[in-house]
């Protein structure tokens, strides 16, 4: 099953183990679960400490398998062949079981294994999707600490009867005890704040009654990394207060435009910011949404108040605002409720779910292009419809989708509905020359029409833009003195991720600018 390379690389990840492993497989006759048996036999070939039985009589998934500590059973199972982006979270969960100590925060470790209840979770997964392994990966750590917690991936290509029935259309999608538990990127922290609500109560506590911070930076993305970076090397007192670390980069699949990195993967690439951070003196606050701003709080009146859903309070001296954008919305009939049902965001996430379907792709920009690109290898027919009169794309991008057969190009056409019952079924839209409706039967629609700036927790405070963006100076000064902001939720033109990250730095800058600039409370 695994090339030489993948076993020489297997093999030295498992020499990091230090107690036996069982794995029990369920298995039949089929060809998955001949593939499974191999890829088996290279685990064990790989270490002596690993051992595999297998079962047919049980009632679990064929094919499937768990991995297990001698005298337990609650470990981690993967229904279907952990290849593509799961083979890492089978060689994690392998580690995990057999001794290798996860890199977690103990605080985090202790609130697992405190978890009052039985909590049995399914993962839907594709193989290509690079969001599901976070999820997966967090909840396998889960079971191997707590053993009411079980946790079951399922490979969608393989049970392919089972996520019709379930009607399963977005990955990675996770059910808790047989109801839909949520769908998307989820990290440890937030899967455990979702089970756990006492603990984000203990946590708001912890959080406002932290001492006044120097510069506090809401937002974790490219512009909120380096504005904390920057910041924490003038030695001043930094904190910073994110929804999710790594923000929009998270779902993003390739990245080949930061210089002096050629190429990497969203989620690798926010790994990487976080490392950086956590190498300086920062306090970082992670699942935490910001509500409001007050300004002008303090005994002196020189502090800056951020209110957050959570119901904690933080101070600061000076803020960087960096809560980036979110996809834009087409706000049609249809859209919000057939959600992950049809309607979706990410091609590379969701796209093998429509392998041989017919789709549509909303938007004619480089991002609603490249995705029509890449589905048309999976799905059956692409049907690309743009409200412009021409396509906005880079140029080599067009000439690239038009030698493609399997696209349809629609333009000056204005999407009026998405149908359907249960799922999708159709999109309807008006040609704006003539306003003759036309309707494509389809089995999903990919909306792709640019991003919307996350602020609107600031309406009424700081300036903003008629398109909602926070008006900057040169040095990333707001309206407010003191409040700073930078990345994709301010004015600054083009919304790259290298644009956000040299706009937080400039930010930081401009912070510690203004700190020194300020008079030094007596």
Same mark, same amino acid.
């Given at each position: 099953?695994?090339?030489?390379?993948?076993?020489?690389?297997?093999?030295?990840?498992?020499?990091?183990?230090?107690?036996?492993?069982?794995?029990?497989?369920?298995?039949?006759?089929?060809?998955?679960?001949?593939?499974?048996?191999?890829?088996?036999?290279?685990?064990?070939?790989?270490?002596?400490?690993?051992?595999?039985?297998?079962?047919?009589?049980?009632?679990?998934?064929?094919?499937?398998?768990?991995?297990?500590?001698?005298?337990?059973?609650?470990?981690?199972?993967?229904?279907?062949?952990?290849?593509?982006?799961?083979?890492?979270?089978?060689?994690?969960?392998?580690?995990?079981?057999?001794?290798?100590?996860?890199?977690?925060?103990?605080?985090?470790?202790?609130?697992?294994?405190?978890?009052?209840?039985?909590?049995?979770?399914?993962?839907?997964?594709?193989?290509?999707?690079?969001?599901?392994?976070?999820?997966?990966?967090?909840?396998?750590?889960?079971?191997?600490?707590?053993?009411?917690?079980?946790?079951?991936?399922?490979?969608?290509?393989?049970?392919?009867?089972?996520?019709?029935?379930?009607?399963?259309?977005?990955?990675?999608?996770?059910?808790?005890?047989?109801?839909?538990?949520?769908?998307?990127?989820?990290?440890?922290?937030?899967?455990?704040?979702?089970?756990?609500?006492?603990?984000?109560?203990?946590?708001?506590?912890?959080?406002?009654?932290?001492?006044?911070?120097?510069?506090?930076?809401?937002?974790?993305?490219? /512009?909120?990394?380096?504005?904390?970076?920057?910041?924490?090397?003038?030695?001043?007192?930094?904190?910073?207060?994110?929804?999710?670390?790594?923000?929009?980069?998270?779902?993003?699949?390739?990245?080949?435009?930061?210089?002096?990195?050629?190429?990497?993967?969203?989620?690798?690439?926010?790994?990487?910011?976080?490392?950086?951070?956590?190498?300086?003196?920062?306090?970082?606050?992670?699942?935490?949404?910001?509500?409001?701003?007050? /300004?002008?709080?303090?005994?002196?009146?020189?502090?800056?108040?951020?209110?957050?859903?959570?119901?904690?309070?933080?101070?600061?001296?000076?803020?960087?605002?960096?809560?980036?954008?979110?996809?834009?919305?087409?706000?049609?009939?249809?859209?919000?409720?057939?959600?992950?049902?049809?309607?979706?965001?990410?091609?590379?996430?969701?796209?093998?779910?429509?392998?041989?379907?017919?789709?549509?792709?909303?938007?004619?920009?480089?991002?609603?292009?490249?995705?029509?690109?890449?589905?048309?290898?999976?799905?059956?027919?692409?049907?690309?419809?743009?409200?412009?009169?021409?396509?906005?794309?880079?140029?080599?991008?067009?000439?690239?989708?038009?030698?493609?057969?399997?696209?349809?190009?629609?333009?000056?056409?204005?999407?009026?509905?998405?149908?359907?019952?249960?799922?999708?079924?159709?999109?309807?839209?008006?040609?704006?020359?003539?306003?003759?409706?036309?309707?494509?039967?389809?089995?999903?629609?990919?909306?792709?029409?640019?991003?919307?700036?996350?602020?609107?927790?600031?309406?009424?405070?700081?300036?903003?833009?008629?398109?909602?963006?926070?008006?900057?100076?040169?040095?990333?000064?707001?309206?407010?003195?003191?409040?700073?902001?930078?990345?994709?939720?301010?004015?600054?033109?083009?919304?790259?991720?290298?644009?956000?990250?040299?706009?937080?730095?400039?930010?930081?800058?401009? /912070?510690?600018?203004?700190?020194?600039?300020?008079?030094?409370?007596?």
């Amino acid at each position: 099953m695994l090339d030489a390379a993948s076993k020489s690389q297997l093999k030295t990840y498992l020499e990091r183990v230090s107690q036996p492993i069982e794995i029990v497989a369920s298995l039949d006759d089929s060809k998955a679960s001949g593939e499974l048996r191999s890829l088996l036999k290279d685990i064990t070939d790989s270490s002596a400490l690993v051992t595999v039985t297998e079962s047919r009589d049980d009632n679990q998934r064929k094919p499937s398998f768990s991995i297990n500590r001698p005298s337990e059973n609650h470990g981690p199972r993967f229904a279907g062949l952990p290849m593509g982006h799961e083979f890492t979270s089978l060689v994690l969960a392998l580690l995990q079981v057999g001794g290798y100590p996860p890199k977690v925060d103990p605080e985090i470790l202790t609130q697992i294994r405190e978890l009052d209840g039985d909590f049995d979770f399914e993962i839907y997964i594709s193989l290509s999707c690079h969001n599901c392994p976070d999820v997966v990966q967090a909840l396998n750590l889960m079971a191997i600490q707590n053993p009411r917690i079980r946790t079951t991936m399922i490979e969608g290509g393989t049970f392919q009867k089972e996520v019709k029935e379930r009607q399963v259309m977005s990955v990675p999608t996770v059910f808790l005890n047989g109801t839909e538990f949520g769908q998307g990127r989820m990290s440890l922290e937030e899967i455990i704040a979702k089970i756990d609500t006492s603990g984000v109560e203990r946590e708001a506590k912890k959080i406002t009654a932290k001492e006044a911070f120097d510069v506090l930076i809401v937002g974790g993305g490219p /512009a909120g990394a380096a504005a904390a970076v920057y910041a924490a090397r003038k030695g001043i007192r930094t904190g910073i207060a994110s929804e999710r670390f790594g923000g929009q980069v998270l779902d993003t699949l390739g990245i080949e435009n930061f210089i002096s990195i050629k190429e990497t993967e969203g989620p690798k690439f926010a790994i990487a910011l976080e490392e950086h951070v956590r190498s300086y003196d920062v306090d970082i606050m992670n699942l935490q949404r910001a509500k409001s701003l007050v /300004a002008n709080s303090g005994p002196n009146n020189d502090l800056i108040e951020i209110h957050l859903e959570s119901g904690a309070t933080l101070k600061s001296r000076s803020v960087v605002i960096s809560t980036g954008a979110r996809w834009r919305n087409i706000n049609v009939p249809g859209e919000a409720e057939f959600k992950n049902k049809g309607v979706a965001y990410c091609p590379h996430c969701d796209g093998p779910l429509f392998k041989g379907k017919r789709v549509a792709v909303i938007g004619g920009g480089n991002s609603g292009v490249e995705a029509a690109i890449d589905l048309a290898g999976l799905v059956g027919h692409v049907h690309l419809v743009e409200f412009d009169t021409v396509l906005r794309a880079d140029e080599v991008l067009q000439r690239k989708l038009r030698s493609l057969k399997n696209v349809t190009i629609h333009t000056n056409a204005q999407t009026t509905e998405i149908a359907g019952d249960s799922k999708v079924n159709a999109l309807i839209y008006k040609n704006r020359a003539n306003d003759d409706i036309h309707t494509l039967e389809l089995e999903g629609v990919f909306i792709q029409i640019g991003l919307i700036p996350n602020t609107d927790w600031l309406k009424g405070t700081v300036e903003l833009s008629k398109h909602g963006e926070i008006i900057v100076d040169a040095k990333g000064q707001t309206s407010i003195p003191g409040v700073f902001a930078a990345g994709d939720a301010t004015t600054v033109p083009f919304k790259q991720i290298i644009i956000a990250a040299g706009d937080g730095a400039k930010a930081a800058l401009g /912070a510690f600018d203004h700190l020194i600039r300020s008079a030094v409370p007596a």
